[in-house]
Structure formats: structure tokens, C-alpha cells
């Protein structure tokens, strides 16, 4: 099947200039170009979590991720999808529960070491196993304790689909990620 005609964005609208995506795009082309389409995918600034789970002999795993998104509240699920090249797959697949901590702003070198590939993430971090023994990172600002319902092979990355069997909150700005860089939360609209 061809692919459509996309509309992709190759510059951005001059200085004092409304953004529109006519006057911000190169125009359309039938190939998408892939670092423009990472690029304008950054735009949509998010959180950032730590997903951790457990494999079968107790060792803590865990990757930063911001693909973690709310889907339902009744019943309450969140999404959240593994690259499938990700040391990680195994044990998220062989895992029923995981938990999600999302991070507070003072935990940037937390998701920049969470964030490469190494054997012990958890080496020096703190944090307390729940109840299925997955690791509650100390200083989140929030931690949802999940329960995977589906797995899907969507493109390049596993989709997970998880019900929340536990959460908790905590006062604290969260740490933010846009355009490929962290950001500490601004002036409130
Ligand atoms: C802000 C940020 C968000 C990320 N989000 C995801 C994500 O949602 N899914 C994913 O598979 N990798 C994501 N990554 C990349 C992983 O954290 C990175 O590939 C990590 O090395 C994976 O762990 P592993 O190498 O132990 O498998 C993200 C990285 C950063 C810095």
C-alpha cells in the first residue's frame, strides 16, 4: 500500500509570525523524514517515569520511559510502549506487575542513568518492593503500581495496556521532557 501524502515540517515559521502548519512545513512528501517527524513529535512536551519491574530470580529492572500515558479510569488503565531492541523485553513480558514512578525534579540523574543500559540501575538508588516485590523509587512524585492486561507488537515498540491495582501521590513539581531536553515546571496560565 502507498503511503499517504504527509504534510511534515522542515522549518519553522519566521519570528513574530503565527505558526500555522502551512507556513511551518517544507510542504508534503510522500516519505516521511524521520529525524523531522522525532523532532516534531518532541513538541509534545510529557513527564517522565521510571517503569521497573522484577525478573523471576528478584533482580530490579527498569527503564526510563515517557511513553506512560492514562487511558481509562473506569476501570483505571495506563499505557505505556517498550522499544522491542530494549534489554528489557524479556523480563516486561514475563511480568505480570510493574510499577510506574514518576519523577520529581530533583530526579534528573535518576532518568539519565535510567536511561542507558547497565546491569544494577538500581545499584545505590532507594527505593521499597511492594507486595510483588517491584521497586517504589524513594522522592516520586507519584507511583502507580500496574497490572499488565494486554501486550500488543504495534510497529517497532511493545504497547502495554495495565490496570492500576495501587497508586500513591506525593506533593512535588514533577520533572519535565520537551524538544529532547529536561525542564522543571513553570509559571501556571
Ligand atoms: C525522556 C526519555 C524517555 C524515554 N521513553 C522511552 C519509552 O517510553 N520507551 C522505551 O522503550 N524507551 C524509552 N526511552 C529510552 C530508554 O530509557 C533507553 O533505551 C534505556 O536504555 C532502555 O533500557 P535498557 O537499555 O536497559 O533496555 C526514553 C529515554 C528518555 C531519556
Same mark, same amino acid.
Do not use: T
Given at each position: 500500500m502507498a503511503l499517504p501524502h504527509l504534510i511534515q515540517a522542515a522549518h519553522t515559521a519566521s519570528p513574530g509570525v503565527v505558526p500555522t502548519p502551512s507556513n511551518a512545513a517544507g510542504g508534503a512528501s510522500a516519505a516521511l523524514d524521520i529525524p523531522a517527524l522525532r523532532r516534531a513529535l518532541g513538541q509534545f512536551g510529557t513527564g517522565v517515569t521510571v517503569i521497573a519491574t522484577r525478573t523471576v530470580s528478584g533482580e530490579m529492572v527498569g527503564l526510563t520511559a515517557n511513553s506512560f500515558s492514562a487511558l #481509562?479510569?473506569?476501570?483505571p488503565l495506563v499505557t505505556w510502549a517498550l522499544r522491542l531492541? #530494549?534489554? @528489557?523485553l524479556a523480563v516486561f513480558d514475563a511480568a505480570d506487575t510493574f510499577v510506574v514512578n514518576v519523577l520529581a525534579e530533583a530526579q534528573v540523574d535518576l532518568s539519565r542513568k535510567f536511561a542507558t543500559h547497565a546491569a @544494577?540501575?538500581?545499584?545505590?538508588v532507594a527505593y521499597a518492593p511492594n507486595a510483588q516485590g517491584d521497586p517504589l523509587i524513594h522522592g516520586a512524585t507519584a507511583w502507580f503500581e500496574c497490572r499488565t492486561v494486554s501486550r500488543q507488537t504495534v510497529g517497532d515498540h511493545r504497547l502495554f495496556i495495565a490496570q492500576v491495582d495501587r497508586f500513591t501521590s506525593a506533593e512535588g513539581a514533577p520533572l519535565l521532557f520537551h524538544a529532547g531536553a529536561y525542564f522543571t515546571l513553570g509559571s501556571q496560565l
Open positions: #481509562s479510569l473506569e476501570p531492541a #530494549s534489554h @528489557n @544494577n540501575k538500581f545499584e545505590g
